[in-house]
């Protein structure tokens, strides 16, 4: 599975961005996908996640703010974000093919990733 990032920049706080993330092939045989993030100087950050394409699953930290669909018609992936903060900046990768990561904020990670794309959240 190859995945390509886009749609991230710079915004003020209090602002909304959409990532969206194509991937190779049908996302429908996938059986899940999901967006992590890393910050400057911090761990990658698994933030959200679909599986079976329909159960979606967030980090405490991005609830009621962040929101992960699919698009099968076009094979996307997109993660709407409001009232971002500055915390959120991040660089953000997007992934497909879960398996079970006891490690993981959401108990899951992705065997394949893009590259990412970087969201910067002005005070």
């Known amino acids: 599975v190859q995945l390509q990032a886009s749609g991230g920049g710079l915004v003020q706080a209090g602002g909304s961005l959409r990532l969206s993330c194509a991937v190779s092939?049908?996302?429908?045989?996938?059986?899940?996908v999901g967006w992590s993030r890393q910050a400057p100087g911090k761990q990658r950050e698994l933030v959200a996640a679909?599986?079976?394409?329909?159960?979606?699953n967030y980090v405490e930290s991005v609830k009621d703010r962040f929101t992960i669909s699919i698009d099968n018609a076009n094979n996307k992936v997109y993660l709407q974000m409001i009232s971002l903060k500055p915390e959120d900046t991040a660089v953000y990768y997007c992934?497909?093919?879960?398996?079970?990561?006891?490690?993981?904020?959401?108990?899951?990670?992705?065997?394949?990733w893009g590259q990412g794309t970087l969201v910067t959240v002005s005070s």
């Open positions: 992934g497909a093919d879960g398996f079970y990561d006891p490690y993981s904020a959401l108990d899951l990670d992705f065997r394949s």
């Open positions: 092939g049908s996302i429908g045989s996938i059986n899940s």
């Open positions: 679909i599986i079976g394409g329909s159960t979606t």
